[in-house]
């Protein structure tokens, strides 16, 4: 180490965690330090020094001052120049290039030990970090060419592919650096050149939410040098010039410059690193809930679940209640048979009661009430809407009233037209079917007479008759099951 770097320093090579150690600067001197905007940066191989780049933490809180985090002599991944630094914040990884014969190895540094993330065969003479990915764009490309080089990077830091992403651009760009707000704005410090040569040194911007174009923010004069830049923890972007060591803050807007001096010694660094914190993106949505699958039953109570369709009157089923799912979360009013939807009242509301129609078909297949609510609604008959699944089974679909979707199949039958007197040969069918019908008829009356029985108490004589009736008629059906 030479005296010129004892000096710079005042004290001897550490190898500290960055923000482990400003955390503890922090906490010794919190009224002092807690706002303090630290940024790192890359020093340039300079005889002033030992001759080689190191790293160092840049305090701009007040007058420029530098304390070395790594120190490049002992670097493992060879010799070379230090550029492309880039800090992670959230995983405290300082990352930064090692520039050797026109490649350059990308590293991080976490708690002072050093980590290999990639190789490239470009040059990476800036960096920046967002969201999981470090960026660089590359210099002295044709135009129209790819200009924006993304590596996402994994839990471990260590990166996957590069990604490159087209930028539109009027001229060709050499970056001194870029540097990315928390709103996902990239700005960045380029020597902009025509086909005839330079023709300034421009603060560009890109919004990386938005189309991918360079926009020139503002132009200066070509011996000025380009800008290393690094936004703050305080959200201030800050710069400096490679060849002076002087230090700035930048107006985003207009790219104008204010000078904050330089640091003891006047180091010169060729990149800076952000230290800002973004909070972390937003998660993505969560996956929409999935579909609840429901029992239903054509005309409950019946086995099976025959109805006639002819465009009069409705077809009657349930959403059959459970343990697991209670029918006062179904929004009746979704609800269709078949696409056939539900009828409603004079009123607007749907045609829909709750009643423990059916169920338990464990042990009634016939599907007596089981004890958990049912909502049973009627559908309209309307034969040019009715789609059922296929011959035997028909879905109800619709939506909780929390917007989940619902649907659930179940068996039905559909009834011939009514008989036709002529046709003598269907006789035999045509019994059986007016027994069903007087059964349902029955069955319906039974339905009716429970109801009754619960409100109406002076119907005693009609009541008791329709009672025995319904008995008769479960007891059959349970038989029949
Ligand atoms: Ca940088
Ligand atoms: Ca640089
Ligand atoms: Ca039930």
Redesign the pocket.
Known sequence: MSDARRHTCGNKTIHAPFHALLALITLLLPAVLAAEPIIYGTELNSASTDGSGDIFAIDLGGSPTATLVYDASENPVGQGQF??AAYDFANDRLYFGVLNQGSTTLNFLNGGALTVVTSTRTDV??GAFYEQAYYYAIGSSAPGGDELVRLPVNADGVGNAFTSLQVLRELIYD???IAISCEGVLYGSALASDDRGPVGVEFLSIDLEGELRWNTIATGPVEDGTL?LAFGEDGVLYATR?ATGEFFTVDTDSGALTSIGSTPGTLQF??LASSQSCPPPPPPPPPPPEDVVVDIEINPGRDPGCFRLNGRGAVRAAVLGSLDFDVSAVDPATLTLGAMPVKTRRNGMPLCAFEDASGDFANYPAGGPDGYMDLVCKYLDDPELWSPVDEDTVAITGSLLDGTALSGEGEYCLKPARPDKSKKSRKSRKSKKSDKSKKSDKSKKSDKSKKSDKSKKSEKSKKSDKSKKSDKSKKSRKKSG
């Open positions: 550029d492309g003479l800036n970056f001194g650096d290393q490679t060729t990149d």
